[in-house]
C-alpha cells in the first residue's frame, strides 16, 4: 500500500554528500561571501591573467582566493562575472571549508535511506522499550562486556594521549584483545611502552556496535539464522523526497562545552516541506510473517507502530536534551519545549542529518533510561571521544552539543497521509 508523506524542516538541518566548498573556490567582497565556479573563474581571466592565476595555484599552500583577487589587480568587473552564489554572514566571515548538502539541480532533497535509517532506530529503542525479555538480553550482553573490558574502561577514564604501560598491564591486555596488544609500541624517547586512549576506544566503541546489531538482528529478522532477507523492514520502501524549495544557507557550527573552539562550516536548510511517498509491500510482508508467531513483530510494518515509535524516541530524545541545556545553555529549552509540543503520536517529530549526537544516532538511550547507572559507569566509557566520570565533573554524557543558530539540529516533522 502506497502512502503519501511529507516532512517540514523545523531546526537546521545538514545531510552532507560528502564533498566541500574549499576556500580556493569562495572570496569575501563588500560585505558578502562568494562562491565561484572555477570554470567562469579561469574564462573570465584573460590570458595573462590566466598564467598568473595558475602560477599562483602551483606556489600559495594556504589556496586562499582572496589572496590571488587583492593582490593581482582584478577589476571589479571581472569580479562580479565571478559570482555564482552568494551570502552575507553575520558578524562573521566564511573562514574554512563548507561541507555541502545532498541536492538535485542544485536543489536540496532527503534521501529516502535517511528517513528509513531514522525509524529503524526508533523501532528498535520502541520495542526494546516495551519488550522485557529483548532487553533483559541487551543488558546481559552489556554486562558481559563490562565485565570482559571493565580493565581497558579504568585505564582510559578521563584520559587523552597515549597511555603508560607497565608490564603486568601488557599481559592483562594480550589476555583480553591481541588486536590491542599488537597495537602497543615502544616510546624510545621515554623508555616505555604505550598504547594510544584512542586505539582502545575505538576498540570498546566497536565492541558495543556489534551487541546493538546482534540486538538489532534479534528485533527485525525473522530467521532463526538472521539471515537478511528476512528483515522485517525490508518490506517498508521509503522513496527519496521530491526537491524543496528552501533556500540552502550556510553556518558555522558551535560546539558546547568544548575545550577549544571549532570552524566548522556547513551548508544546510532550516525551512521547508519536502514530499516522498512511503510503500509498505503488505504481500511480500504477509509471507514474510509466516515464519514467527511474535504478535509484536507482526505489528511492526503498520503506520500506526511506526508513528508511535516515532513519537517515544523523538519524546525520550528532548527529555535528555532538556535536561542537558537547563543545566548549560537554558535559552535553548523554549525551543526545546516548542519540539515537545509539536510531537505527536498522529504527526511525530523524526531527526535526520548529521551533528544530532551520540544519542540520536545509537541504542544507548535506552541503557540511560532504563539502567542509568549502567550507562554512567560503563557504556559512557566506550565512545571514540573523552569520556568523564559524572561524579567528578558533574556533566551529563555526552558533555558537548553542537548547535547553529542557538537551535539544535535535524528536527522534522512527519505527515503520513
Sequence with gaps: MNYNAKLEILSPLHIGDGNEIFPIEYFKYKGFTYFINDEILINSLSNIEQKGFLDWIKSDSLK???????????????????????IRI???????????????KEKPYIPGSEIKGAIRTAIIFYILKNNEMLYNKLKSEILELQRKFE?????????????????????????????????????????????????????????VQKVSKFVEKEILILDTQRDAKY???????????????????????????????????????????????INL?????????????DNQKKEILSLDFIKTALYEYSKSILNTEKEYFIKNKSEIISKIQNYERLNTIESPLIRLGKYKGYLSNTISIII??????????????????????????????????????????GWCKLEIN
Excluded at 90 to 104: A, C, G, H, P
Excluded at 282 to 290: G, T
Design 64 to 86: 586562499n582566493l582572496n589572496s590571488f583577487l587583492d593582490n593581482k589587480n582584478i577589476s571589479d568587473k571581472t569580479i562580479e562575472q565571478l559570482i555564482k552564489k552568494s
Design 90 to 104: 553575520t558578524n562573521e566571515n566564511v573562514d574554512n571549508n563548507v561541507k555541502t548538502i545532498m541536492k538535485i
Design 151 to 207: 580493565f581497558l574502561v579504568e585505564k582510559t577514564k578521563n584520559k587523552k594521549g597515549n597511555l603508560i604501560l607497565n608490564k603486568k598491564d601488557i599481559e592483562i591486555i594480550k589476555k583480553i584483545s591481541f588486536y590491542l596488544f599488537k597495537k602497543i609500541k615502544y616510546d624510545h624517547r621515554k623508555k616505555t611502552n604505550i598504547i594510544k586512549v584512542t586505539t582502545i576506544k575505538n576498540f570498546l566503541s566497536k565492541e
Design 231 to 277: 528483515d522485517i523492514l525490508k518490506n517498508l520502501i521509503i522513496s527519496d523526497t521530491s526537491p524543496g524549495k528552501s533556500e540552502i544557507k550556510y553556518g558555522k557550527i558551535n560546539t558546547l562545552n568544548m575545550s577549544r573552539n571549532g570552524s566548522e562550516w556547513i551548508e544546510y536548510i532550516d525551512n521547508g516541506i519536502f514530499e516522498f511517498s
Design 281 to 293: 509491500n503488505n504481500e511480500s510482508h504477509e509471507k514474510l510473517l509466516d515464519i514467527t508467531n
Design 368 to 409: 540511560k533510561e532504563k539502567d542509568p547507572e549502567l550507562y554512567d559507569s560503563f557504556l559512557v566509557h566506550c565512545t571514540k571521544n573523552t569520556s568523564y566520570i559524572k561524579k567528578e565533573v558533574n556533566e551529563y554524557f555526552p558533555k558537548t552539543r553542537r548547535i547553529l543558530n542557538n537551535d539544535i539540529m
